[in-house]
């Protein structure tokens, strides 16, 4: 499978290269609604894997480019971390009838898509993270490195801006 990331849109596209991908965006395309979640059901990075149920039906997504590799690797983080348990299907895409169009989650301030996971992890775009009242409050928070204590918005879950440094310098990962 092709996966190509769509940063404006906020969207993945998924594009089948072989018989066996064409069997992933058929099944997907035949019994989801859209909008409805394709649910994550687990990895199995030897194979280079994500798997989703749709109806009990175990659907095997399958990588085979580096490229692809770290373009699944941002999709299940944006799943594990977010709250939608999956990916959401957005429909078939138009241009390419072997493929479909996804994403990790969408906004609960404008329902913009996302795709990265410290917007899925909070379900607030990175627009509205801009324009929230911010109200800092001590706790856990995740960053570029995993999880780590520090002053973050209770509201976007962003951390506070003098913060954002003392995550990147090193700042003792829990």
Do not use: W
Request: with cysteine; charged share 25%.
């Amino acid at each position: 499978m092709k996966l190509t990331i769509n940063e404006s849109a906020g969207t993945i596209t998924l594009t089948a290269v072989n018989d066996e991908d064409r069997v992933f965006i058929e099944a997907v395309a035949a019994r989801t609604a859209l909008l409805n979640v394709l649910k994550y059901d687990g990895r199995d990075s030897r194979i280079n894997a994500l798997f989703f149920k749709i109806d009990e039906n175990r659907l095997t997504l399958r990588t085979e480019t580096d490229a692809d590799r770290q373009v699944m690797g941002v999709v299940r983080d944006a799943i594990f971390y977010g709250h939608t348990g999956g990916l959401i299907y957005l429909g078939l895409n138009v241009e390419d009838p072997d493929s479909i169009i996804v994403t990790c989650g969408r906004c609960k301030g404008c329902g913009r898509n996302l795709i990265h996971r410290h917007e899925t992890a909070s379900e607030i775009c990175d627009d509205c993270a801009t324009r929230c009242h911010h109200h800092y409050v001590q706790g856990h928070i995740l960053s570029h490195k995993g999880l780590a204590e520090g002053l973050y918005c209770k509201y976007c879950m962003r951390a506070k801006p003098d913060q954002q440094l003392a995550f990147q310098k090193g700042m003792q990962v829990l």
